[in-house]
T-cell receptor, first 118, second 116 residues
Framework: AQSVTQLGSHVSVSEGALVLLRCNYS??????LFWYVQYPNQGLQLLLK??????LVKGINGFEAEFKKSETSFHLTKPSAHMSDAAEYFC????????????????FGKGTRLSVIA | DGGITQSPKYLFRKEGQNVTLSCEQN?????MYWYRQDPGQGLRLIYY???????QKGDIAEGYSVSREKKESFPLTVTSAQKNPTAFYLC???????????????FGAGSRLTVL
């Protein structure tokens, strides 16, 4: 089955500093990859998705991610952190191999909690 | 506005009781999903349904049951057989593969179940 690994359960950055959240995937076929954000006691909101159209994907709130096949990575970045970015971030992959349908459930990483220090 | 409504937002249950969590969507999505979230474990798939009257077990279906009688609704029952039901439960829906080929899930706000 497909899977994703998020390195670091907690990342802390200063306001204005670079945000880097790491995600590595395992897939023997071209994957569809996603980043979602979750604020406390809320559902998940899509930040961006990779669908093979372009390796650098831009999302909402100034976030972007780069798909690197050679490194099996899909790291999330933002040039300058804002206090409002403090949340939990999840990387996810479509599990094509397991579910042969158009409505494929996503497999999620364990999440990375981002703290932003003033 | 279209979206997914989960209720109740908070629920307390005594051991041995069954509880049902509601999930309703007005997005006209074909597929619906239930995930369980525990601290440090990410989201794990409980059940999912591609179409009405059809559903499939996910990775942690034991102790849970679902039904899909209407396109808009996908209730989850947490039975007394579920050994550790205290968790945050998230419902999601999707319309299937978009023109890009990716299946984007839209999530509800979640229901927090606590067993006393």
């Amino acid at each position: 089955a497909q899977s994703v690994t998020q390195l670091g359960s907690h990342v802390s950055v200063s306001e204005g500093a670079l945000v880097l959240l790491r995600c590595n995937y395992s897939s023997s076929v071209p994957p569809y990859l996603f980043w979602y954000v979750q604020y406390p006691n809320q559902g998940l909101q899509l930040l961006l998705k990779y669908t093979s159209a372009a390796t650098l994907v831009k999302g909402i709130n100034g976030f972007e991610a780069e798909f690197k096949k050679s490194e099996t990575s899909f790291h999330l970045t933002k040039p300058s952190a804002h206090m409002s970015d403090a949340a939990e971030y999840f990387c996810a992959v479509s599990d094509h191999r397991r579910w042969n349908s158009g409505n494929t459930p996503l497999v999620f990483g364990k999440g990375t909690r981002l703290s932003v220090i003033a | 506005d279209g979206g997914i409504t989960q209720s109740p937002k908070y629920l307390f249950r005594k051991e041995g009781q069954n509880v049902t969590l509601s999930c309703e969507q007005n997005l006209n999505h074909d597929a619906m999903y239930w995930y369980r979230q525990d601290p440090g474990q990410g989201l794990r798939l409980i059940y999912y349904s591609q179409i009405v009257n059809d559903f499939q077990k996910g990775d942690i279906a034991e102790g849970y049951s679902v039904s899909r009688e209407k396109k808009e609704s996908f209730p989850l029952t947490v039975t007394s057989a579920q050994k550790n039901p205290t968790a945050f439960y998230l419902c999601a829906s999707s319309t299937g593969q978009s023109s890009s080929g990716a299946n984007v899930l839209t999530f509800g706000a979640g229901s927090r179940l606590t067993v006393l």
